[in-house]
């Protein structure tokens, strides 16, 4: 993926006529590839003809269907549902609608999370103003926290103009999402843009970011996701230094023609630092040392380095981080990289009885396919997820929180980030994994890491978080779910993963003071 057709971002606009200057929160954006497993996280497609009616896709359906009766009335809608052609995708934030066809923007990309801004800002109004070309018919939809498709406002539109719609966002308390539909008539109608705008007086502040990227052994991900900042001009403008911690024995610099042109390209905004394999809580907290005390960037971002990028999501996670009513950390979500329509997961939370992560909302999932299950007909994305902490395959934290709370612990490959989100949350600074914000990264759901030598590092780990934040006496269930999982491995005779247990749960009584120590020497021993 890259970015070679992306324009810069406009950050305010003032609109004659149309009240204070306005910034831009979120635009209509279209993938870069029209792979079949990515195109319904932007857009989805329905024909006309095809008899097709009712809630988000009827011109003549009520309002106030529920997304389960939606999904339960929708053999029309599924069996008469169309392909979007190839020939609409070859713009970045533009769409051309075939004549007598519709086209929905209520997708993880392109629908509006509205009780987020609600929630997490001060913003208590958006504007969106859409550009068309052509006659056919724009439809704004709104659900509730239930997930209850309710109509908003609608318009026949014909020629070349601009329709402003202002949107409250009062009624967003516990979760919804704003998006429009756009119907074309007897003509093709194009959608030649569309923003997601808010008084930019609201804003806390205007802020820059710095990245800072763990890699080891992964050349040729990493020049993809230097090449993706490299190229989208939007990013350069907000980007301060990307920071690329090599911790592998396959050098960065020892592949030079590739890295040349993006380091001439970047210049002084990429800089490649190379030490020992520190794990990645050690290259990430490198990162945002470097971030924290450069006193540039009013953020930085921990970013994976074997993710694939959607550009805009980083564009998005500042923009909220801005408006945020006190600095916040913003995470991206995560999907399936061999599987792309594939959402790991919408939220999470620490279990604090089990010391375990867990799903924010009852009722949600792991592994949501947007390709089966569309957000209009799952309820459960509807209800806003609060979570404890975000994973750091993309996630911005404020330089400020870093000075005010430290780096990550010394704890190597596991729990760092979920510790760190619970720190963050104790000292005042909350965390929110933003809808709309997503990378794809390879998923760890079908192995088991806790068997072999990642056993040693979930245990002490897990065990590290409990002293640190349980609230129970003796962690509540740690020590004994700790037990089990012994006694789990002995009767499986997994001897290996119960030895590494074992010098876990010994090295955990040595104290803190042997954390920075062992850090680069602790994998080789146990190896």
């Not at 097709?52 to 053999?75: I, P």
Request: aromatic share 8%; glycine share 10%; charged share 20%.
């Amino acid at each position: 993926m890259n970015a070679t057709t992306a324009t810069a971002a406009p950050r305010e606009t003032d609109q004659p006529g149309q009240g204070a200057p306005q910034r831009v929160l979120q635009r209509m954006i279209l993938p870069f590839e029209a792979s079949p497993d990515i195109v319904p996280l932007y857009i989805e497609a329905s024909d006309a003809r095809s008899g097709a009616t009712g809630g988000a896709f009827g011109l003549g359906g009520g309002s106030d269907r529920t997304a389960k009766g939606e999904a339960e009335g929708q053999g029309s809608h599924r069996t008469a549902q169309a392909a979007v052609d190839i020939s609409e995708l070859s713009e970045r934030h533009s769409a051309r609608i075939p004549s007598l066809s519709m086209r929905s923007f209520g997708t993880y990309f392109n629908a509006f999370p509205a009780s987020y801004w609600r929630r997490w800002t001060p913003v208590r109004a958006v504007r969106l103003t859409i550009r068309t070309a052509g006659s056919g018919h724009l439809v704004v939809m709104r659900s509730t926290a239930r997930g209850t498709l309710q109509r908003q406002e609608s318009r026949t539109v014909s020629g070349a103009g601009e329709q402003v719609f202002e949107l409250p966002l009062t009624a967003f308390g516990d979760g919804g999402w704003y998006w429009f539909d756009a119907y074309a008539g007897s003509e093709d109608l194009t959608i030649l843009g569309a923003e997601w705008t808010a008084d930019a007086d609201l804003a806390r502040t205007e802020g820059s970011f710095s990245i800072s990227m763990t890699t080891m052994n992964k050349v040729e991900y990493c020049l993809e996701n230097i090449r993706t900042l490299a190229e989208d001009d939007a990013l350069r403008e907000l980007l301060d230094v990307m920071y690329v911690i090599d911790q592998g024995s396959d050098r960065l610099n020892d592949h030079a023609e590739e890295l040349a042109p993006l380091q001439a390209s970047l210049g002084s905004k990429l800089q490649v630092i190379e030490q020992g394999n520190i794990g990645g809580s050690g290259g990430f907290s490198r990162g945002m040392y470097e971030a924290s005390t450069a006193g540039a960037s009013t953020y930085v971002i921990n970013c994976d380095d074997d993710i694939v990028l959607e550009p805009e999501s980083l564009i998005r996670m500042v923009t909220f981080a801005d408006f945020a009513t006190r600095p916040t950390l913003v995470g991206a979500h995560m999907f399936d990289l061999n599987n792309r329509s594939v959402l790991h997961t919408f939220g999470e939370v620490v279990d604090p009885w089990r010391i375990q992560p867990a799903l924010a909302n009852d009722g949600g999932e792991m592994g949501h396919d947007f390709a089966l299950d569309p957000l209009r007909s799952t309820p459960w994305l509807h209800r806003r997820a609060d979570v404890d902490y975000n994973g750091w395959w993309s996630c911005l934290i404020p330089t400020e929180t870093v000075r005010a709370i430290g780096l990550s612990l010394p704890v190597f490959i596991k729990w760092d980030d979920a510790e760190y989100g619970l720190r963050a949350k104790k000292a005042g600074y909350p965390t929110v994994s933003l809808p709309g914000a997503g990378v794809w990264h390879m998923s760890w759901v079908d192995k088991d890491d806790l068997v072999g030598w990642q056993a040693y590092f979930h245990e002490r780990n897990r065990i590290i978080t409990a002293l640190l934040h349980s609230p129970y006496a003796r962690g509540g269930r740690v020590v004994k779910e700790s037990q089990f999982m012994d006694v789990k491995h002995l009767i499986s005779m997994q001897y290996y993963t119960e030895a590494g247990r074992l010098m876990a749960q010994k090295d955990v009584l040595e104290g803190p003071d042997a954390l920075h120590p062992s850090i680069g020497t602790k994998l080789p021993q146990i190896r």
